[in-house]
């Protein structure tokens, strides 16, 4: 195992430090509970917005955190839930009067410890709303879920969902917008290379010099296919066909396109995917009005991708062009 840390143990703690020391001026971190939090939260008048998980999938979801998206989140330990009291305290913290969404990717951790600290802070007074993101086209069951996996559509919803609440919308407004976001979205990855967690020292699966696997999840997770090693024209063939024809999109559709890169894969092999998904929609009528290309959730050093489709309309539209002022993503700001 090669990576650029002190001690398996303090890898969480220390890249936590590391954020503070260099978004300071931007976000507030504690480390007993560990939050990321919104340094002008709780924002008064406004829905607050946390979402979490595990760690090793940054950007996501610390690097999310500013004006325009997150108001907080909670970081557990590399793959591994936050507690239910990481997130009740980050509920506290954003809570400006007008309540909190929890954006939670559907693992069965993660939904279960977000419920308790939902129950925890309506119990407290604080008007709790959740939203579960179930994009993942790969699988119906896996290692860490029952049913679709939470993925891609994540991010985007995070984006969207902060814009409205910004823009002074109401927690049930908000928390609507979410489901919509996330029932017009699917997602489907694939990797190259399995990833190693600093705890275990060893790949999360074998896979051949000469293989790849279709269909994976974030957490290094193997997925549905493990196929002989194929162009970037195929591995699209393959995603994009399972995504398309998942909800179905359909010819006239304008869609936000989002080829996101699983933490070991260069931006230029991204964009010769983006290349061949572009061609590949535009085949079937459907149009790219709006595009993320980039590493924005990631599993460790895995190298693959995953491709997210979201049917965009007007509103939705408007809102991932609003401001958003963030560590990791920024525009408008």
Known sequence: ????????????????????????????????????????????????????????????HGGFVGRGMLDAACPGEVFTSPTPDQMLEATKAVDGGAGVLHIVKNYTGDVLNFEMAADLA????????????????????????????????????????????EEGKSLAEVAELCRQVNGQGRTMGMALTACTTPAAGTPSFDLGPEEMEIGIGIHGEPGRFREPLGS????????????????????????????????????????????ELHKFLDGRGISITRNLIGNYITSLEM?????????????????????????ALRWGA
């Not at 970037?232 to 996101?260: C, K, M, W």
Request: aromatic share 4%.
């Open 122 to 165: 309506k119990g407290e007074g604080i008007e709790v709303e959740a939203v579960v993101t179930n994009d993942d086209v790969a699988v119906q069951d896996s290692l860490y879920t029952a049913g679709r996996r939470g993925v891609g559509i994540t991010v985007i919803a995070e984006k969207i969902c902060g814009a409205a609440a």
């Open 232 to 275: 970037a024209a195929q591995v699209v063939e393959r995603l994009a066909t399972a995504v398309v024809e998942d909800l179905p999109y359909q010819s006239g559709d304008n869609v936000l396109a989002f080829v996101n890169g699983m933490g070991g894969t260069p931006l230029i092999e991204l964009y010769v995917v983006y290349r």
């Open 1 to 60: 195992m090669k990576k650029l840390i002190n001690a398996p143990d303090a890898v969480v703690k220390e890249a936590l430090e590391g954020m503070e020391a260099a978004h300071g001026d931007r976000l507030k971190i504690t480390y007993e509970p560990a939050m990321i939090v919104r340094a002008d939260a709780p924002v008064q008048g406004k829905v607050g917005i946390i979402s979490g998980g595990g760690s090793g999938h940054e950007p996501m």
């Open 303 to 327: 190298a693959g991708c995953s491709i997210t489709l979201l049917k965009l309309d007007d509103e939705l539209t408007r809102l991932w062009d609003a401001p958003v002022d963030t560590p």
